[in-house]
Each structure stands twice: as structure tokens, then as C-alpha cells.
């Protein structure tokens, strides 16, 4: 079993000032702390649209679709055109173009590519979401345009895939890229990210359960997936420092359809770039 990288060499980096103040609460209320913390955890960062995803950005045809559910609009993208849709989700601080090269190799292959901006993400309002909302507009898009034939996500974005199909999604194969499995543990991985104390990773969690009255464990990629027997194709780099291998590979143990390919050197985004990547997602979906 792969373990979890030592040294962090592409993980976020959080400002210093961040782990200073999640300190001084720790040191004053753990009510507080609580509250901080669940706040930063909801809150995801948005980041420039780099060059390289220019193209499928101007070329692409954008729209605006509300999410009822979520009384929220999002920006939605369609590229390409084909009798066959292809359904991208990006990972928590992407948006709908993160996921190009994959995009632009099946327009090249004659599907039609739909994406979106999750709620706080990209050109899409607000600045909190969580992956529920992911999981919601999943849903909402299945609706309108789908049913899709293929999805692929990647991070929080391959979690959501999984989840959504407790909720009924219907695909006929799913791609997971640097997914994680447990909450739990990206939970645990945020507080040391903050530099807390590790008790206040489950209490955290029980926060969350609280307030969504909801079952924090029930999302667990492992969970879900093992009740399902769709054609699930598991991509993963060995030195993803972000989300360890072993997700990956807990994930293929409970799966009951699905196929584990590791990479190396990789790391958490530059997997979505690799054209071995692309290659092995050419050929499972073919």
C-alpha cells in the first residue's frame, strides 16, 4: 500500500497569517476555533484562469443555469459538438476549464464536453460551497442536458460523481482523477494543514453532521461506490501530496467494476496534463 507523501512539495500553501489567528482562538475558545475553522473549510480560493485554458474559455459557449435546489446560478460551459456528452467536474479551487487537455482530447474524438463553475468557484457567484453543491449541480445539469455517457472528475469534483450516484445519476462510465475516500480524512488533513490540534478534526466533523444533519461518513467514496457496479476507471499519482495513493487504492478494494491506474511524479494537477493520463482515459472509455 502506497503511503502518504512525507515532504509537501505542491500542496496549498496556507498564508501565515491564517494558521497565526486559527492559534490565538485555539488558545481562547474552542467554540470559536470551530467556527473559524469550518468557515476557512468552505471557503474555496479563486485562482486566475491561466493562459492555457484560454482557448477552451473562448471558445466555449458559457451560459448561466440556476441551481433551484441551491437557489444559486452557476456559470455552465459547452464545448464541442457531438451526439455523445461528456460531463468534466472539477476539484475544490477549479473551475469548469481546469480540466482542458482532457476536454480538448474528446472534442477531438467527437463528443460534446459540458463543465461548470461550481457555487464560489471560477466566474460562478459567491464564495462558499461545499461538495454537496457539487452534487446538486451535478443533478440539476443531468436534468437539462444529460443523460451524459461518460463523467470524469477529479479531486472533490470525482467524490461528487460518486455521490451523485446514490442520487440517481445515471452514466455509463465514470473517471475519478486524484480523488479522495474518507471524509475524516481530509478533515484530519485540513486541521494539521491549520497547524490545530488533531482533537478538533472530529470535532469538526460532528459540527458539519450538526448543522446539515447529516452523516459526514455516508460520503465516503468506499461507501458509496461498492454499491454500484458501473465501469469506474481510477487514476492517481503516487506522489500526490494532496491526496495520498492510498485513496485511490481503498477506493479500487471496495469497487466492484473498476481499474486502478498509478502514475508517478505527477503530483495533484499536473496529472490532469499528462498524456498517459489521457491516453489510459481514451482507451477505457473506447
Same mark, same amino acid.
Given at each position: 500500500?502506497?503511503?502518504?507523501?512525507?515532504?509537501?512539495?505542491?500542496?496549498?500553501?496556507?498564508?501565515?497569517?491564517?494558521?497565526?489567528?486559527?492559534?490565538?482562538?485555539?488558545?481562547?475558545?474552542?467554540?470559536?476555533?470551530?467556527?473559524?475553522?469550518?468557515?476557512?473549510?468552505?471557503?474555496?480560493?479563486?485562482?486566475?484562469?491561466?493562459?492555457?485554458?484560454?482557448?477552451?474559455?473562448?471558445?466555449?459557449?458559457?451560459?448561466?443555469?440556476?441551481?433551484?435546489?441551491?437557489?444559486?446560478?452557476? &456559470? &455552465?460551459?459547452?464545448?464541442?459538438?457531438?451526439?455523445?456528452?461528456?460531463?468534466?467536474?472539477?476539484?475544490?479551487?477549479?473551475?469548469?476549464?481546469?480540466?482542458?487537455?482532457?476536454?480538448?482530447?474528446?472534442?477531438?474524438?467527437?463528443?460534446?464536453?459540458?463543465?461548470?463553475?461550481?457555487?464560489?468557484?471560477?466566474?460562478?457567484?459567491?464564495?462558499?460551497?461545499?461538495?454537496?453543491?457539487?452534487?446538486?449541480?451535478?443533478?440539476?445539469?443531468?436534468?437539462?442536458?444529460?443523460?451524459?455517457?461518460?463523467?470524469?472528475?477529479?479531486?472533490?469534483?470525482?467524490?461528487?460523481? !460518486?455521490?451523485?450516484?446514490?442520487?440517481?445519476?445515471?452514466?455509463?462510465?465514470?473517471?475519478?482523477?486524484?480523488?479522495?475516500?474518507?471524509?475524516?480524512? !481530509?478533515?484530519?488533513?485540513?486541521?494539521? /494543514?491549520? /497547524?490545530?490540534?488533531?482533537?478538533?478534526?472530529?470535532?469538526?466533523?460532528?459540527?458539519?453532521?450538526?448543522?446539515?444533519?447529516?452523516?459526514?461518513?455516508?460520503?465516503?467514496?468506499?461507501?458509496? !461506490?461498492?454499491?454500484?457496479?458501473?465501469?469506474?476507471?481510477?487514476?492517481?499519482?503516487?506522489?500526490?501530496?494532496?491526496?495520498?495513493?492510498?485513496?485511490?487504492?481503498?477506493?479500487?478494494?471496495?469497487?466492484?467494476?473498476?481499474?486502478?491506474?498509478?502514475?508517478?511524479?505527477?503530483?495533484?494537477?499536473?496529472?490532469?496534463?499528462?498524456?498517459?493520463?489521457?491516453? /489510459? !482515459?481514451?482507451?477505457?472509455?473506447?
Amino acid at each position: 500500500m502506497s503511503k502518504k507523501p512525507s515532504k509537501n512539495k505542491q500542496g496549498i500553501e496556507i498564508p501565515s497569517f491564517i494558521i497565526k489567528t486559527g492559534k490565538l482562538l485555539q488558545s481562547i475558545s474552542t467554540a470559536l476555533t470551530l467556527r473559524f475553522a469550518a468557515k476557512l473549510f468552505t471557503t474555496p480560493i479563486k485562482y486566475k484562469v491561466p493562459k492555457r485554458e484560454k482557448p477552451m474559455l473562448d471558445e466555449s459557449t458559457q451560459e448561466n443555469i440556476f441551481i433551484e435546489s441551491l437557489n444559486k446560478t452557476v &456559470v &455552465v460551459y459547452h464545448y464541442g459538438k457531438g451526439e455523445k456528452t461528456i460531463l468534466l467536474v472539477h476539484g475544490w479551487s477549479g473551475r469548469g476549464t481546469q480540466l482542458y487537455k482532457i476536454a480538448d482530447a474528446m472534442v477531438a474524438k467527437g463528443y460534446e464536453v459540458i463543465s461548470f463553475d461550481a457555487p464560489g468557484h471560477g466566474k460562478s457567484n459567491g464564495n462558499k460551497s461545499m461538495m454537496l453543491e457539487f452534487i446538486e449541480c451535478i443533478l440539476t445539469l443531468e436534468k437539462k442536458f444529460g443523460p451524459f455517457d461518460y463523467s470524469i472528475g477529479h479531486s472533490l469534483g470525482g467524490m461528487a460523481i !460518486i455521490n451523485a450516484l446514490k442520487k440517481g445519476f445515471k452514466t455509463k462510465k465514470i473517471v475519478t482523477i486524484g480523488s479522495g475516500d474518507k471524509i475524516s480524512d !481530509i478533515v484530519k488533513d485540513f486541521v494539521k /494543514q491549520l /497547524q490545530l490540534k488533531p482533537t478538533l478534526a472530529p470535532k469538526l466533523t460532528a459540527y458539519f453532521e450538526k448543522k446539515l444533519n447529516d452523516k459526514m461518513s455516508d460520503y465516503d467514496s468506499n461507501t458509496v !461506490i461498492q454499491n454500484f457496479d458501473i465501469p469506474h476507471l481510477i487514476i492517481h499519482d503516487k506522489d500526490d501530496v494532496e491526496v495520498g495513493a492510498y485513496c485511490a487504492e481503498n477506493i479500487h478494494k471496495h469497487s466492484k467494476n473498476s481499474i486502478l491506474f498509478l502514475t508517478e511524479e505527477l503530483g495533484h494537477r499536473k496529472i490532469l496534463g499528462s498524456d498517459e493520463v489521457i491516453h /489510459q !482515459i481514451n482507451e477505457f472509455i473506447d
